[in-house]
């Protein structure tokens, strides 16, 4: 028989050994990237689905297109935290056809805000369509094997996603921020895009490059309270008041 104790303890340190891992990776100045591994107890990036307390804002769904081939498909996501009202910013790819790789992801419009990187698997016995791990993430606009340099406005998800490779399908990719508003960044070239996505060809296909239009935090506009907007009137009455009497005067 199973003493009660041990399997208890066992159980907790299985548990533990994930939950180690499910703390988001801060990316900034001082820590431009951030490396997760392909051992789930090991990877600083994983993290167990947060989306139970969670509340989807916006979610949009764009072609995947690489030199005029469609591919697959990208999706953007708006998530707000139940219990800080904070917006978490989800990305995944998903391929249908063969012929190139994503291997860089670089969102833009971070700059003032604070951030951090996790992904998580979505549930299901199909290993591929879980979703293939973030393999390291970096607030930088660098790809490949570029050097990062450290851009404020940008986080650069770097993966490997292909079809021939047994990986169509990304996890989803969260950048965690204390923004409460988005907007929509709808800039699709090298000067200006909400998200750009980079096949570089090292082992599926030629090079190549999209820009889509994107979620992204911005500063959100004080709602004057209602008590203001009563003393605003008041105010506005009492300044009509004094300029009919002051015309009767004249």
């Known amino acids: 028989m199973i003493n009660k104790k041990v399997m208890k303890l066992a159980v907790s340190v299985a548990f533990s050994a994930v939950s180690l891992c499910s703390q988001a ?60 009202g904070q917006l978490s910013f989800f990305t995944r790819v998903v391929m249908d056809t063969a012929g190139y790789e994503v291997n860089d992801i670089v969102r833009s419009g971070y700059t003032g805000f604070t951030t951090d990187v996790t992904w998580f698997k979505d549930a299901g016995s199909n290993v591929a369509s879980q979703g293939f791990r973030l393999k390291s993430a970096g607030h930088t606009d660098s790809i490949g094997t570029a050097t990062d340099v450290y851009k404020s406005d940008f986080i650069n998800l770097r993966s490997d996603i292909s079809v021939e490779e047994g990986k ?74 004094a300029a009919r009497r002051q015309n009767k005067q004249a």
């Open 168 to 241: 169509p399908t990304s996890g989803w990719y969260v950048i965690n921020t204390n923004a409460t508003a988005f907007t929509t960044i709808t800039g699709t070239s090298a000067s200006a895009y909400g998200m750009f996505l980079r096949s570089t060809g090292e082992d599926v296909g030629a090079p190549a490059s999209l820009y889509i239009s994107a979620f992204a935090p911005t500063v959100a506009v004080p709602v004057p309270e209602p008590e203001n907007i009563a003393l605003l009137m008041a105010g506005l009455g009492l300044i009509g008041i």
């Open 25 to 84: 990776a801060v990316v900034d100045a001082t820590t431009l990237r951030v490396f997760g591994s392909a051992t789930l107890g090991n990877d600083k990036l994983y993290t167990l689905d947060p989306r139970s307390n969670m509340t989807m804002l916006a979610s949009s769904s764009q072609t995947l297109s690489f030199l005029g081939d469609s591919v697959g498909s990208v999706l953007d996501q708006v998530w707000k935290n139940n219990t800080t």
